[in-house]
């Protein structure tokens, strides 16, 4: 069983930059995919971008591309989001999630954290 922790989130004016953490614990960090997703009032939860356990591979959602970068130190159990740019529609709740495979889709995703709030203000 894996526990997953985000933090850093917050309130942040357009064009700023956050960086979310998510802590694991109770499980081999290192053998997981782990990836961020995102859900805004009203919508769905979405994909934002996954890193493979080695960290060579990293996807991303189009709409993020260039302006949010994954990374993760296997050694301090830690993934990291770090956005830059950031526009009012980057305004959602950010989950972390562990998988046991490469995946951008949310049923592959086994463990969530509870997720942090990011808002930006235009």
């Known amino acids: 069983q894996v526990q997953l922790v985000e933090s850093g989130g917050g309130l942040v004016q357009a064009g700023g930059s956050l960086r979310l953490s998510c802590a694991a614990s109770g499980g081999t960090f290192s053998s997981y995919t782990m990836g961020w997703f995102r859900q805004a009032p009203g919508k769905e939860r979405e994909f934002v971008a996954a890193i493979i356990w080695s960290g060579g591979n990293t996807y991303y959602a189009n709409s993020v591309k260039g302006r949010f970068t994954i990374s993760r130190d296997n050694a301090k159990n830690t993934v990291y989001l770090q956005m830059v740019s950031l526009k009012p529609e980057d305004t959602a709740v950010y989950y972390c999630?562990?998988?046991?495979?490469?995946?951008?889709?949310?049923?592959?995703?086994?463990?969530w954290g509870q997720g942090t709030q990011v808002t930006v203000s235009s």
């Open positions: 999630a562990a998988s046991r495979i490469p995946s951008a889709v949310e049923a592959q995703y086994d463990y």
